[in-house]
């Protein structure tokens, strides 16, 4: 049977789950503002095009308009890009495989 969201259940990599098994999307709000508030240049992101590791203060980054463009030092892959705009931001991370934040104090 299919919810009001369009979401019927099913099973994935992590398990099978039924209608009702998840939380919206602010159940992300607690977890994801002790990762956002975090000085992120200092993550080890993860490059797409050849597997480099290292801090995102190594990227190198284009600008200033109509956003930053960051790029792999290794190989020159895009692995981030953000636009402000005047009431929004957007991230764009498609060319970084993961970004580790390092949250011990």
Do not use: K
């Amino acid at each position: 049977m299919m919810s009001e969201d369009g979401y019927t259940g099913g099973c994935y990599d992590d398990g099978c789950y039924d209608d009702g098994d998840y939380e919206d999307g602010n159940a992300l709000a607690g977890p994801l503002s002790e990762i956002f508030a975090v000085d992120v240049v200092s993550a080890q992101g993860h490059c797409t095009g050849c597997g480099t590791t290292g801090p995102i203060a190594q990227l190198r980054v284009y600008g200033p308009g109509p956003g930053l463009v960051a790029r792999c030092p290794a190989c020159g892959q895009v692995v981030m890009r953000y636009v402000r705009g005047r009431d929004s931001a957007w991230l764009d991370l498609r060319g970084t495989v993961s970004l580790r934040i390092d949250l011990a104090e």
